[in-house]
């Protein structure tokens, strides 16, 4: 028979060592603080950037399985990043009980909160937890009724409201952080903000200053404004350049720095939304460096021309040139130590992204034709798992494609001219360099010339024998004489 005790115990000591405030039942359901005595665990469910997804109850009543139950609302909030930190999480726990010799069984439920009900089922008795310890915190983004347009999310006591460009499927993962429109941030007292963004970091960062006492408008709403417009300006600089080499190393430097910059304003954007959030932007504001430097776009622009320049780096630009002055003044000998440790890390972030995943995934899956299928259907599949092409126009296109080219014909070229006509001109080229090069090489070879024929009778010795006469041949063969 199987040792609970020690399984609890175990369970505990690696769910302690990841999440903080864990609470426990025993098999009656009753709190206790001896983990081995624990059947039910419980905890809020915390990413590493510190924001909060929910609570969520391990179950390990029945001595079979290690059940997990969560709020779906937990699920339907996740952007990709969060999607793979829990994806590692079950992944994590699996591995868990299989070396116990456990089941798992991953259960969604569909209400906001775990009800009493729902612990008591899996009890041993009608003893219970007490409300604080059992309570399941609202998902990150949720939905309100069947209306499939907007979407909710709480930030402590102010409220994300999220008004999409169309209906959303609720029960993919991931769909209620896709095709925003709008984003209102919400006040206890009604109070409503439109942001100029739909950025969810940024959102989320700005109802949480706002929560702790900052205002609309205020240096801390507008510093995370400020940095959402960096990073949305310096995104598509920071993903064509990072892999282009240039000659003239102060180009290279602006490059690194701007790599090194756009990392370490995202990751403040998430960090701005944790528990110590609102302090780390008070010590972002105090710490702030202005550059009063006038910045020449043309001179900047000539750096970067001579390999291929798009025009929307000119938003870029000046971000990219302040990046690179401060890192230039922080080039002490131990700013320098420091830099190289923050490069890394940089480095490290940018190679984790998730849109270069998909642009990888989408250039492995064009190697090969993509067949459209009825309606499609087949191509929409295909690419379902990359995240920037889970668009309708592109769907649209591919269902016209299947009529008037039939379910066999290659989309290929479809996806690779939406991908042009929406800015990604680069891995547009990409997409049908491999087709040009499958092309090439599945080309017959040319045929080699033949060598003409020597002419009948071009030496004596090739003289055929059908030029003798009758007699000649007979007497050869032996049937005459000659």
Do not use: C
């Amino acid at each position: 028979m199987r040792d609970l005790n020690k399984i609890s115990e175990e369970l505990f000591n690696k769910i302690r060592a990841r999440f903080e405030k864990v609470s426990l039942g025993d098999e009656n359901a009753k709190s206790t603080s001896l983990p081995e005595e624990a059947r039910f665990i419980n905890f809020d469910y915390v990413s590493r950037d510190g924001t909060n997804f929910g609570n969520i109850t391990l179950s390990i009543i029945d001595g079979k399985a290690l059940r997990v139950i969560y709020s779906t609302n937990i699920t339907n909030g996740l952007d990709q990043e969060h999607q793979d930190e829990w994806t590692a999480f079950l992944r994590g726990l699996r591995k868990f009980a299989r070396r116990n010799m456990l089941q798992i069984v991953v259960t969604d439920i569909t209400k906001s909160n775990l009800d009493l009900r729902d612990i008591r089922q899996q009890s041993k008795a009608n003893s219970k937890l007490t409300n604080n310890e059992l309570n399941i915190a609202e998902g990150k983004l949720y939905g309100h009724g069947n209306n499939k347009h907007v979407s909710f999310g709480d930030v402590g006591t102010h409220k994300l409201i999220i008004k999409h460009k169309d209906q959303i499927d609720p029960d993919r993962h991931g769909a209620r952080a896709r095709q925003i429109e709008h984003i209102f941030v919400e006040t206890p007292i009604g109070e409503r903000f439109l942001l100029d963004y739909t950025n969810l970091h940024g959102a989320r960062a700005i109802a949480n200053h706002l929560r702790h006492g900052g205002r609309f408008g205020d240096e801390g709403s507008e510093l995370i404004n400020e940095m959402v417009k960096e990073m949305a300006s310096m995104r598509h600089f920071v993903r064509s350049m990072k892999n282009r080499t240039f000659e003239d190393a102060e180009t290279s430097g602006m490059v690194e720095a701007a790599i090194h910059r756009y990392n370490e304003v995202k990751e403040n954007l998430k960090k701005f939304q944790g528990r110590q959030g609102h302090n780390l932007l008070m010590d972002q504001i105090a710490g702030q460096v202005q550059f009063e430097d006038e910045i020449d776009i043309d001179a900047l622009r000539e750096r970067f021309v001579k390999k291929i320049y798009d025009d929307r780096f000119n938003e870029a630009l000046p971000y990219v040139y302040k990046a690179y002055k401060k890192q230039k003044e922080m080039e002490t000998s131990e700013a320098r130590e420091f830099m190289s440790w923050a490069d890394s890390i940089a480095e490290t972030s940018w190679q984790d992204d998730s849109d270069d995943m998909d642009e990888n995934n989408l250039l492995d899956l064009a190697k090969n034709p993509i067949l459209v299928g009825m309606d499609g259907i087949d191509a929409k599949a295909a690419i379902s798992s990359i995240s920037f092409l889970d668009q309708e126009d592109l769907y649209k296109q591919l269902e016209v494609l299947s009529k008037t080219q039939g379910p066999d014909a290659d989309a290929r070229v479809t996806i690779a001219q939406w991908l042009a006509s929406n800015g990604e001109q680069v891995l547009s080229n990409a997409i049908m360099q491999q087709m040009q090069q499958q092309i090439a090489s599945t080309q017959p070879a040319p045929q080699q010339p033949q060598t003409p024929k020597q002419p009948v009778g071009a030496t004596t010795m090739d003289e055929p024998v059908v030029n003798e006469e009758l007699s000649i041949i007979k007497w050869l063969s032996g049937l005459g004489k000659k």
